[in-house]
């Protein structure tokens, strides 16, 4: 199975800034890559679908990009709502693992 | 609007079993299938499993491939996943997730989560 890392795995930035997160897999994949949003006492949103795809009604601050291993998910200037969980997810084939979560606080 | 709702919370002793239903409303139940994801007290997510409602295609992940089964029923557009052997460690919020019945396709709609929790 695909294993996924994310860096890091918190973060702290301020309201304006600009943030990237990675998502690294232990095989090279063919771009069926997620980004879910979790804040605190709610379900996973997804953000970004097959890479770069962003997700009807999600800011366009949200952006994703990457190929082979390396994946990021760039949040262009930090609002206060993204104070958030962050997971990558594959979805190309079975197991759609989760990656590990990277936080993001004030 | 697309909504899905899940039972409500639960409590299990250890060695015991869980259903979790998922009653999906607001699009055509059978054009698609749903992961069931969970997250332990102050965790990340963990995939358990998918199912596609029109073919009954199911994958598990290998964790849970020995006491997990999730079942779909089209006549009241509901998704099961059923939890065996019980463990403490099995305390967790449960959630469904609708998907497109093609692989690919991210886990786009959730449910509100179930609460199970797991003790003596």
Redesign the interface.
């Known amino acids: 199975d695909i294993q996924l890392t994310q860096s890091p795995s918190s973060l702290s930035a301020s309201v304006g800034d600009r943030v990237t997160i990675t998502c690294r897999t232990s095989q090279s994949i063919t771009g069926y890559l997620n980004w879910y949003q979790q804040r605190p006492g709610q379900a996973p949103k997804v953000l970004i679908y097959a890479v770069s795809s962003l997700q009807s009604g999600v800011p366009s601050r949200f952006s994703g990009s990457g190929s082979g291993t390396n994946f990021t998910l760039t949040i262009s200037s930090l609002q206060p709502e993204d104070f958030a969980t962050y997971y990558c997810q594959l979805s190309y084939t079975p197991p759609f693992t989760f990656g590990p979560g990277t936080k993001v606080d004030i | 609007q697309v909504q899905l709702v899940q039972s409500g919370a639960e409590v299990k002793k250890p060695g015991a079993s869980v259903r979790v239903s998922c009653k999906a409303s607001g699009y055509t139940f059978t054009s698609s299938a749903f ?1 069931w ?1 969970r997250q332990a007290p102050g965790q ?4 358990m ?2 199912i596609s409602v029109y073919s009954g295609e199911r ?1 598990y ?2 964790n849970f491939q020995d006491r997990v089964t999730m079942t779909t029923d089209s006549s009241t557009n509901t998704a099961y996943m059923d939890l065996r052997s019980l463990r403490s460690d099995d305390t967790a919020r449960y ?1 469904c ?1 609708r ?1 497109s019945s093609k ?6 709609y ?4 179930t609460l199970v929790t797991v003790s003596s």
Do not use: C, R
């Open positions: 992961s994801v990340g997510l963990e995939w499993g998918w994958y992940a290998q959630y997730a998907q692989f690919g396709s991210p886990a786009d959730w449910g509100q989560g």
